[in-house]
């Protein structure tokens, strides 16, 4: 008899068609790389009878209506099934990279911290403050493919972090690159997932149908992987035998190198910092099923608000985050990742337009390093701005597709 080792587990899912029916075509799955996971497993609630026996003994209990919960541990890469999740959790779907041609606005010249259109609009043509963009083909090879952020934008000039480039003169010649971004809709849309769960060692699957993913949380630490949880709830559970297993066949696995923190670039209030023990972030999805009579599945998984909610830990230097939170300033928040390799780099951003601080506590001493302040971060949706996306979050990758 085989018995099936905890490390030699498959899990690939595949968005479906009909919410809580399998894909009936099994090719086109996309594995998810985890770590040490709970995974998802089936739920049925418990149907217990009042009846009161002269025997003083309870009657033997029912299993009643079905559910599916759990959760994906993974470290986080660009491409592949992050994809498809990070669309799922903004409800939403991913916007195609945007191309400038210099000539488009007539001329481009590039200042330390600055791209300047010499004519039309930087907003027509689709930037936003917050964007991560590429510019390529120009006569100065050290501007060309570094990842740069939007951090203040007007029709012909977009600013970047100071020392960005290198100055260079008004040219036609060159191509501005908006990365590919999904933006929160103003009408969500629900996705649902089938996700298998493959024991390769004794070939067989465990099937769930109708995931919808409720939960997001990234998690930077110095010295770490950058991660990120995927929680799920679904409807029901299939148990595939030997010979039908797995369902889906050959699963694209991503072969991306993890992004790891300390290659983060954090900007924080208006400017990049580099003095942050720990970041995460928290988008979820308040949802359930819903029991119904004449059937143990639910329906469907009923999906509503989403929240996003954060924490910072951070080495104190001064009172400025006091003054934030005393005076409820709102500020933005991006995180740029990028792989360890030669320009362009892959990579993963995300932008928050509104944020500010909810909580704020530090120890008054004790411990031998630096003392950290601990911030609870609370985000809304911006709302339709010029030079802004509306929306809660925009994120972005430098995959194509």
């Known amino acids: 008899m085989a018995y099936q080792t905890s490390a030699n587990i498959e899990v690939a899912l595949k968005r479906e068609g009909t919410t809580g029916t399998a894909p009936t075509t099994v090719t086109g799955a996309t594995v998810l790389r985890i770590t040490d996971s709970p995974g998802l497993a089936l739920n049925r609630a418990v149907v217990q009878s009042n009846e009161k026996r002269d025997d003083g003994l309870r009657s033997q209990g029912r299993l009643g209506s079905r ?8 470290e986080l890469t660009v491409g592949g099934a992050t994809d498809i999740l990070f669309e799922a959790i903004m409800r939403s779907a991913w916007a195609t990279a945007v191309v400038v041609g210099f000539a488009t606005v ?3 010249a590039v200042g330390t911290n600055e791209v300047v259109a010499a004519d039309g609009s930087w907003i027509t043509e689709g930037v936003r403050v917050g964007d991560i963009f590429r510019l390529s083909g120009t006569s100065v090879s050290g501007n060309n493919d570094t990842n740069n952020r939007v ?3 007007t029709t012909l000039t977009i600013s970047v972090a100071t020392g960005a480039f290198t100055t260079m003169a008004a040219a036609s010649t060159g191509t501005m690159t908006i990365l590919r971004k999904v933006v929160t809709a103003t009408t969500p849309t629900r996705y649902s997932h089938s996700v298998e769960q493959y024991d390769q060692d004794t070939d067989l699957s465990e099937l769930f149908l109708g995931c919808r993913l409720t939960g997001v949380r990234l998690s930077l630490r110095p010295g770490q992987m950058a991660t990120a949880t995927y929680t799920f709830l679904g409807m029901d559970r299939t148990v595939l035998a030997t010979g039908t297993s797995p369902y889906f066949t050959s699963p694209t696995r991503t072969t991306d190198t993890g992004l790891v923190a300390d290659d983060a670039s954090i ?8 003095t942050f023990t720990g970041f995460d972030l ?3 999805i308040a949802a359930a099923a819903q029991p119904v009579i004449g059937s143990f599945v639910s329906p469907d998984i009923f999906d509503n608000d989403l929240t996003v909610t954060g924490s910072i830990t951070g080495l104190r230097s001064d009172f400025s985050n006091l003054t934030l939170y005393d005076a409820e300033t709102e500020f933005e928040i991006g995180i740029l990742l990028e792989e360890l390799e030669t320009a362009p780099k892959d990579c993963i951003s995300l932008f928050f337009p509104r944020v ?3 909580g704020l506590s530090a120890p008054v001493g004790g411990g031998d390093g630096a003392k950290i302040e601990t911030l609870q971060l609370m985000f809304g949706p911006k709302v339709t701005a010029t030079g802004y996306d509306a929306g809660i979050c925009t994120i972005q990758t430098s995959e194509t597709a």
Not at 67 to 73: A, E
């Open 106 to 108: 007539t001329t481009v």
């Open 282 to 284: 928290d988008f979820e």
């Open 67 to 74: 559910s599916v919960t759990g959760s994906y541990n993974s």
């Open 267 to 274: 900007r924080y209030n208006g400017a990049t910092v580099a």
């Open 151 to 153: 951090t203040a934008l």
């Open 356 to 358: 500010k601080i909810q």
